[in-house]
């Protein structure tokens, strides 16, 4: 989804033509082309990875269809990514509406609860159509989770999540994120579906990437 689409109503109304994932035979990393497939950034970001290992980032929008069709894809290609690969998510910030699912975000990750409770964000949104926009509504959702709500709220209040948000705010900035989902890596690559031409190629694109960047 492009950033010029990113509104909830848009989000609601576009579900029922959320991505496919059709597999396509897999394309050989000399057919990736800088500036096609992928950005080179002119000015490289801050990574957290440490020595040695490749940051990668999703860019990602709990209301976004696209999101929530790549989830799946994503959270398998996470789960099997090198020890020298580390991947984060990070949720995106285009105006003031997004602050409460990037606060939801940062706080279940505080808890501990961000592996149980991630997927059922998607499922709540996009299968349940419940919007998850504001701050009441997210705390009745959460309560029943069996998420402790004070400890959530005291989280989601909390300078520490606040902080996080305004982080991944500047990340998406730095990286010129356009529209989600899409993937940067380690502070000097970025690929979308628009550049790939699909969501399945944007993680053969990363792959390609992380190969490169551990070439240094």
Not at 5 to 27: E, G, H, I, M, Y
Not at 93 to 113: C, E, H, R, T, V
Not at 134 to 156: A, L, P, R, T
Request: charge should be positive; include cysteine.
């Amino acid at each position: 989804m492009k950033r010029r689409d990113f509104s909830l109503a848009a989000a609601a109304a576009a579900s029922a033509s959320a991505l496919s994932f059709v597999a396509t035979p897999a394309l050989a990393q000399a057919a990736f082309k800088e500036g096609k497939d992928y950005a080179k950034l002119g000015k490289p970001v801050a990574t957290t990875a440490g020595a040695g290992k490749v940051e990668v980032l999703e860019f990602f929008w709990y209301s976004c269809p696209h999101c929530h069709s790549f989830e799946p894809a994503f959270a398998a290609w996470k789960s099997a990514a090198p020890a020298d690969v580390v991947v984060q998510r990070v949720p995106v910030g285009f105006n003031a509406s997004f602050i409460p699912q990037q606060k939801l975000y940062y706080a279940l990750l505080a808890m501990g609860k961000l592996d149980e409770v991630h997927p059922r964000v998607f499922r709540a949104i996009h299968v349940e159509r419940n919007r998850l926009a504001k701050d009441e509504d997210i705390f009745e959702w959460v309560g029943k989770q069996g998420v402790d709500v004070n400890k959530f709220k005291e989280s989601y209040n909390s300078f520490t999540v606040s902080n996080q948000v305004r982080k991944a705010t500047q990340l998406q900035q730095e990286y010129n994120v356009e529209g989600v989902p899409s993937i940067g890596v380690a502070g000097r690559y970025y690929t979308d579906g628009t550049m790939a031409g699909n969501m399945a190629n944007v993680l053969r694109v990363t792959d390609h990437l992380i190969a490169l960047s551990r070439k240094g």
